[in-house]
């Protein structure tokens, strides 16, 4: 059998172990990836990752989100570590977010991830098309 299977299946045990002794909160791969992977995170990553951005910039870049769920998405982002919240002493005040180093490393990762999504988005469009078709 692949070493690399093995080790998913593994790591997997270890996970479900965790997580059915003390809850989902012990399971370190969905608990660092449910901050990353929620419907704004990725968005407000890659945007940061051009450069830092106030918050009335960032809520023009993505216009669809309301200014609630911006709020609290930075707020999510900010507690796992991966954005930075500056305030600068103007009137009226303003706020600056950009990523952390932690954030930046984060980044460097799921770029990969975010470039095969891009280039593989017309498959997994027509895969669901196919299925939907199928009436599976």
């Known amino acids: 059998m692949d070493a690399t299977i093995v080790s998913a ?24 990836l449910q ?7 990725t ?6 990752a051009e450069r830092p951005y106030r ?14 769920m911006l709020t ?10 991966y954005v930075g ?11 600056e977010y950009s990523l952390t180093d932690l954030g930046r490393s984060m980044y460097d990762s799921l770029q990969h991830l975010l470039m095969w999504a891009e280039g593989n988005a017309g498959r997994v469009k027509a895969a669901r098309e196919a ?3 199928a009436g599976a």
Do not use: H
């Not at 997997?12 to 969905?30: K, T």
């Open 85 to 95: 919240r500056e305030v600068f002493a103007t009137t009226p005040p303003s706020v």
């Open 131 to 133: 299925f939907d078709r």
């Open 9 to 32: 299946r593994r790591k997997i045990e270890l996970y479900r172990a965790d997580a059915a002794s003390g809850g989902l909160a012990n399971c370190p791969v969905r608990n660092v």
């Open 72 to 81: 609290q998405t930075l707020c999510d982002l900010q507690r796992d570590g």
């Open 43 to 48: 968005l407000l990553v890659m945007a940061l």
């Open 55 to 68: 918050f009335g910039e960032l809520r023009r870049l993505v216009p669809d989100i309301s200014q609630r």
């Open 35 to 41: 901050g990353i992977f929620g419907k704004w995170s």
